[in-house]
């Protein structure tokens, strides 16, 4: 049995969609990790 896919479109929009909400949490993330990191070096 085969494993039905979807179209090609469909995944592009889906991640056109989820690309900008990704990118904020990475930013976010990183935002996080480099102030955390400054706080350890001013103690």
Do not use: N
């Not at 935002?31 to 706080?39: G, Q």
């Amino acid at each position: 049995m085969a494993v039905p896919c979807a179209h090609a479109g469909h995944w592009l929009t889906a991640l056109a969609a989820a690309a900008p909400v990704v990118a904020v949490v990475v930013w976010i993330a990183i935002a996080t990790l480099r102030d955390r990191r400054r706080r350890r070096g001013a103690r």
